[in-house]
């Protein structure tokens, strides 16, 4: 008798294998990134049908193989249907799905944290009600996504002197990506890539960092979409230099500027 075991995963990639199968790769609250094919799944008949479509949660059945899983059954959990309404909804899920793509691995130890967040990150996109809203949850699950996986964004202190950045000198300070944070003027005067930042920034993005997903920051009704834009393609970049895969989604957000 094959093995079996149950749990909640998002669908994020799926390719065709013959004419009725296909294979899902998903992730999962308890074992990370898995792939399962879901056969027969392109027929009319098939049981699956639309809850192995991209970007749905659900509750999954699946035979354990050596290789590959066999999805038996699935039960849907949240469609994020509000996504396939808004082309920015949508471009911005599947960015996120990319990044969890990139950065998940197999019976991750921090899979219940990365799924909860993956899943948190879709509702809050599918019922954003502006597009500030919607870019505000990108960059809390941009910053949130990369401290879980090992390669958090250094925001209160100079990442060489280790001094606290702090609002003076103007508001001299930088962005490094290879650093991994923010530098002060004085360290920064001898690095050739750098990014100028303002301390409302840096100030910005630390609060989000710190603060749990659902809580209204005192930002929320402030920012513009010019300010989130320069955020989410600062956090952008240092996603793609730390990303052990190329992004596809990257041209995308640009274009839906």
């Not at 202190?157 to 280790?162: H, Q, W």
């Amino acid at each position: 008798m094959k093995e079996q075991f149950i749990t909640n995963a998002i669908n994020l990639k799926s390719y065709s294998i013959s004419e009725a199968d296909k294979i899902i790769i998903m992730y999962s609250e308890e074992k990370g990134l898995i792939k399962g094919i879901a056969k027969g799944i392109k027929k009319p008949s098939s049981k699956l049908g639309g809850r192995m479509e991209l970007l749905v949660a659900n509750k999954m059945m699946l035979n354990k193989g050596q290789n590959l899983n066999t999805i038996c059954q699935a039960e849907a959990l949240n469609t994020f249907f509000n996504l396939r309404n808004d082309i920015n909804k949508l471009f911005y899920a599947m960015y996120a799905g990319e990044i969890i793509v990139n950065f998940g691995i197999e019976n991750d130890p921090n899979s219940f944290d990365i799924y909860n967040l993956f899943y948190t990150c879709l509702e809050k996109i599918s019922l954003s009600k502006t597009k500030e809203e919607t870019m505000l949850n990108i960059i809390k699950f941009q910053l949130k996504i990369m401290n879980m996986t090992g390669y958090s964004i250094e925001l209160e202190n100079c990442v060489k002197c280790i001094k606290p950045i702090k609002p003076i000198d103007n508001n001299q300070f930088y962005f490094s990506i290879e650093q991994g944070g923010i530098i002060c003027a004085n360290c920064a005067e001898n690095l050739v890539k750098k990014v100028k930042i303002p301390y409302k920034l840096t100030e910005f993005l630390n609060t989000l960092l710190k603060e749990d997903f659902n809580t209204t920051t005192k930002y929320d009704n402030l920012v513009t979409e010019k300010f989130l834009n320069i955020c989410i393609n600062l956090l952008k970049k240092y996603i793609e230099y730390y990303s052990p895969k190329k992004f596809k989604t990257s041209q995308i957000l640009e274009s839906i500027k």
